[in-house]
């Protein structure tokens, strides 16, 4: 007797005696091994030119030529033919090409972990390049859970973990991860004085300033480029600003230093009447082209306001008229060419105030 070339099942033999013991034995040993697929490959949709005997292919989604209309079909290559085995859920196959294995959802083929996996160390999920290896519970933790306290130092390295606190008050230039990977972030909280110095390539701090902390503050650092760490967050424990030695618009502060502007032109002014805009900036200039009026200017949202306007006279400077203003002093205006003046305007709860100096 012969066997089949993949199971290895007795097949009838032309005058064979009690044909149904071997039938029966055939269907048996079938049921058994039915629904495992040992494919030469799964996934294709174009019969093979030259398949052996015995040959077994899982089709793919779109299926061709001797193949039209069996997608996702199990086909052997029977005594130069194809037999067809319809899917059922819970179907595995093996790509013997790919060396992968597939199990049949009701819907598709798609690759069968099996339940395991070759489990990824915590190195290798902070670097976070490996691509062929799971992830425990515990070693994800590694990216966000609290992590040992780290001691001050001149480069202070981080280990396992998203959440740190810092100790101790060395002054601190650097911040790195022991596993370094672009994006990473941590959570840090400072339990003691310290200066953190700010480095345009390896620490960048808020406001480009050093930082003195006090025991509780909390900052957020990020890996942007490599050894380029950005603090994108600090908060002081007290609720203060960090930088509180700017001036802010709702806080009271002391002007140690002296500022420039850039002053704005408002054109040529030769007729109507002329109010300068706040919103333009404090320092303005116009050339007096011809006759027109001088209005103080609004104070839009708040009640009072400070300018300053310079005039220059040119070939056909008008008389310049004022109007709204509660008290006008000073110089009077001329039509003099080249002529300047500056104007200083103040407006207040009291009224509005314009006072004229000439310049020549």
């Not at 598709?108 to 976070?128: I, N, P």
């Not at 806080?251 to 040529?268: D, E, F, R, V, W």
């Not at 300068?276 to 949202?301: I, M, V």
Request: net charge negative; proline share 3%; with cysteine.
């Amino acid at each position: 007797m012969t066997i089949s070339n993949r199971l290895g099942i007795t097949e009838l033999a032309t005058s064979q005696v009690d044909r149904s013991v071997t039938v029966n034995e055939a269907i048996a040993f079938l049921e058994a091994a039915a629904g495992n697929f040992a494919a030469v490959a799964v996934g294709t949709n174009s019969p093979p030119g030259s398949p052996a005997e015995g040959d077994l292919y899982v089709i793919g989604a779109s299926p061709t030529g001797a193949w039209t209309g069996k997608a996702k079909y199990a086909t052997v290559y029977y005594n130069a033919t194809w037999l067809f085995m319809a899917p059922i859920e819970g179907y595995r196959a093996y790509d013997q090409t790919a060396n992968a294995k597939y199990i049949y959802d009701g819907s598709s083929w798609s690759l069968d972990t099996g339940g395991s996996f070759t489990t990824a160390s915590t190195t290798e999920v902070l670097s976070g390049t490996d691509t062929s290896k799971g992830v425990t519970p515990d070693a994800l933790a590694a990216i966000w859970e609290k992590g040992s306290n780290v001691a001050s130092a001149s480069t202070v390295s981080l280990g396992e973990g998203g959440f740190f606190h810092i100790t101790g008050t060395t002054t601190v230039t650097d911040i790195d991860w022991a596993t370094a990977k672009d994006g990473r972030a941590a959570f840090v909280i400072f339990d003691g004085a310290l200066t953190l110095t700010h480095n345009a390539t390896t620490l960048k701090l808020p406001g480009g300033a050093n930082i003195t902390t006090a025991a509780g503050d909390r900052a957020i650092f990020v890996q942007d480029s490599g050894d380029n760490v950005i603090c994108i967050a600090y908060i002081r424990a007290d609720g203060t600003p960090l930088l509180s030695t700017i001036l802010r618009s709702d806080t009271s502060a002391n002007l140690t230093k002296g500022y420039t502007a850039t002053g704005y032109s408002a054109g040529t002014k030769s007729s109507g009447t002329f109010t300068p805009d706040p919103a333009n900036g404090n320092f303005q200039y116009a050339t007096n082209g011809g006759a027109h009026t001088l209005a103080p200017p609004s104070t839009g949202t708040g009640d009072s306001v400070s300018l300053v306007l310079d005039y220059t006279n040119n070939g056909s400077a008008g008389a310049i008229t004022t109007s709204g203003f509660t008290k006008v002093s000073g110089d009077a205006f001329d039509t003099t060419n080249a002529h300047k003046f500056r104007c200083y305007i103040t407006v207040g709860n009291a009224g509005s105030h314009l006072n004229v100096v000439a310049l020549q």
